[in-house]
T-cell receptor, first 109, second 112 residues
Framework: GEDVEQSLFLSVREGDSSVINCTYT??????LYWYKQEPGAGLQLLTY?????DMKQDQRLTVLLNKKDKHLSLRIADTQTGDSAIYFCAGYQGGKLIFGQGTELSVKP | DVKVTQSSRYLVKRTGEKVFLECVQDMDHENMFWYRQDPGLGLRLIYFSYDVKMKEKGDIPEGYSVSREKKERFSLILESASTNQTSMYLCASSGSGTDEQYFGPGTRLTVT
């Protein structure tokens, strides 16, 4: 089945760019998703990319998809302390979302 | 705005107790899901439901059961709570034909 992998931690300074990476094994997902979980809260959909796209930009967020390498990344420009959260990538398989382990982003002032 | 609510934010139960976690959504969504979240493991699917009175096992159903008597409500039941069920439990819902899931705020359950 689908396996989705992420590194667990990332620390950046305020104003820098953050890049969160994700690898997956199953290419059949029509969409790939990024969810954000703020401390003490549930998950919120941050952005998504259609599987036939290479890149999607949404304000400070850029999603890159490399289908050949099965690699997905989320870039946050001008990272702010309010971006501190856990970020999950997810693919869709068999009627279910398959989540990565989550990357905890820590933004230092 | 889609709203998914969970009955408790924090719950402390003793080993062996029967525990009910309730989830309600107000968007007439067909699909509802229960996950548990543990550090380093991400979200793991316990059970899901595509319709009233229907349920499907997820990846880790052992020790849990579910009930969906009404479309808007999906309950997770721990028949006899154990310490290894201490976790954050997240409920989600989605509409028919869409992948996007809307999450509740979570219930942090501690079993002592």
């Amino acid at each position: 089945g689908e396996d989705v992998e992420q590194s667990l931690f990332l620390s950046v300074r305020e104003g820098d760019s953050s890049v969160i990476n994700c690898t997956y094994t199953d290419s059949s997902s029509t969409y790939l998703y990024w969810y954000k979980q703020e401390p003490g809260a549930g998950l919120q959909l941050l952005t998504y990319i259609f599987s036939n796209m290479d890149m999607k930009q949404d304000q400070r967020l850029t999603v890159l998809l490399n289908k050949k390498d099965k690699h997905l990344s989320l870039r946050i420009a001008d990272t702010q302390t309010g971006d501190s959260a856990i970020y999950f990538c997810a693919g869709y398989q068999g009627g279910k979302l398959i989540f990565g382990q989550g990357t905890e982003l820590s933004v230092k002032p | 705005d889609v709203k998914v609510t969970q009955s408790s934010r924090y719950l402390v139960k003793r080993t062996g107790e029967k525990v009910f976690l309730e989830c309600v959504q107000d968007m007439d969504h067909e699909n509802m899901f229960w996950y548990r979240q543990d550090p380093g493991l991400g979200l793991r699917l316990i059970y899901f439901s595509y319709d009233v009175k229907m349920k499907e096992k997820g990846d880790i159903p052992e020790g849990y059961s579910v009930s969906r008597e009404k479309k808007e409500r999906f309950s997770l039941i721990l028949e006899s709570a154990s310490t290894n069920q201490t976790s954050m439990y997240l409920c989600a819902s989605s509409g028919s034909g869409t992948d996007e899931q809307y999450f509740g705020p979570g219930t942090r359950l501690t079993v002592t």
